[in-house]
């Protein structure tokens, strides 16, 4: 069973190419104008063992708000269909995770029902062309597109770049074991019997 994803998507303010592979070894190719958008999908990749391909062109000299928006919903789109109807999934993750002076706690629920609850203050500062608001406003995409429920707290820590950076790796981590399959269950992991 495959579990990839091919995503394009073209509005008049983005055009964007993403390809997902679940069951990859964390090798990216990333190109999305947006430098440090690029430093944390390789490790969003790397940490969540997913092969990941982005390029993006998008309106930047606006601001690069709608490209990061954009491939937040490429990526939720990409990752809902990549794991079809979910049979045999763990379905949950979660990750607490160190970063020099940050310690942050990611949980992701694979239940079709999107919610973002982001308890993450990250100070208002711009890295390159990228505004650390754009964080949230990336996984609140995801979370929206991918359906999914995702909860980020970051318990304590000041530097920004360390912030956002354990974020995408908790965030990696906590979806790299929801996306696994387990051995144990082959079924739709609900009483439901549908995600």
């Given at each position: 069973m ?5 995503i394009?998507?073209?509005?008049a303010?983005?055009?964007?190419q993403?390809?997902l ?9 990333i190109?999305?104008?947006v ?21 993006a062109?998008g ?8 490209t ?6 490429c990526f ?8 079809g109807?979910?049979k045999?999934i763990?379905?949950?993750?979660d990750?607490t995770?160190?970063?020099?002076d940050?310690?942050?706690?990611s949980?992701?629920d694979?239940s079709g ?5 982001w308890?993450?203050?990250i100070p208002n500062?711009t ?5 650390s608001?754009l ?6 995409a ?9 909860h ?7 530097n ?6 354990a ?9 790299r074991?929801a996306?696994?399959l387990?051995?144990?269950?082959a ?9």
């Open positions: 495959s579990r990839t994803s091919r394009n998507r073209a509005t303010e983005t055009k964007i993403l390809e592979n679940l069951d990859g070894s964390g090798t990216s190719k190109q999305t104008g430098g440090f958008l690029d430093h944390m999908l390789t490790h969003l990749a790397k940490h969540g063992s997913f092969d990941l391909e982005v390029f062109e309106d930047l000299h606006i601001d690069s708000h709608h990061v928006e954009d491939i937040g919903i939720g789109k990409a990752l809902s269909e990549a794991l109807d979910k045999g763990r379905r949950y993750g990750c995770l160190p970063m020099d940050v310690l942050i706690t949980a992701v694979l029902r999107p919610f973002l609850v308890k993450a203050a500062e890295l390159g062309v990228f505004h608001s964080a949230e406003e990336f996984w609140r995801v979370s929206s597109s991918g359906l999914l429920n995702l980020v707290v970051a318990h304590h820590g000041s920004t770049h360390h912030l956002i950076e974020i995408f790796k908790s965030i990696a981590r906590s979806l074991t996306v696994e387990d051995p144990r269950s079924g739709i992991p609900s009483t439901k019997g549908v995600l």
